[in-house]
């Protein structure tokens, strides 16, 4: 069974720093691309970073320089770092797998990020 567990959102003020996690199980972790998306209200669910096998990355410009993704593939966890938060990144954050780059995604349930005063 595929099963995604995102944890580490919060509350965090401008400036401020979170990560998040992404604990995997049921893939073959370390062969298969995972990343995060983020949905702010009314707005689509968007990319914000992926990495993929041979651990390349990949950010959406909005984040590029802020955040970053990386894989723990002992652990199957991939971690999104976030620093120099914004307002606009407050959002639902949801992990994701996607098994060979092929069409279908794999979701985890979304965390919470707020940047707020």
């Known amino acids: 069974q595929v099963q995604l567990v995102e944890s580490g959102g919060g509350l965090v003020q401008p400036g401020g720093s979170l990560r998040l996690s992404c604990a995997a199980s049921?893939?073959?972790?370390?062969?298969?691309?995972m990343g995060w998306y983020r949905q702010a209200p009314g707005k689509e669910r968007k990319l914000v970073a992926r990495?993929?096998?041979?651990?390349?990355?990949n950010y959406a410009d909005s984040v590029k320089g802020r955040f970053t993704i990386s894989r723990d593939n002992a652990s199957s966890t991939v971690y999104l770092q976030m620093n120099s938060l914004k307002p606009e990144d407050t959002a639902v954050y949801y992990c994701y797998w996607r098994p060979q780059n092929g069409p279908t995604y794999y979701w985890g349930q979304g965390t919470q990020v707020t940047v707020s005063s």
């Open positions: 990495i993929t096998i041979g651990d390349s990355t």
């Open positions: 049921g893939i073959i972790f370390n062969t298969d691309v």
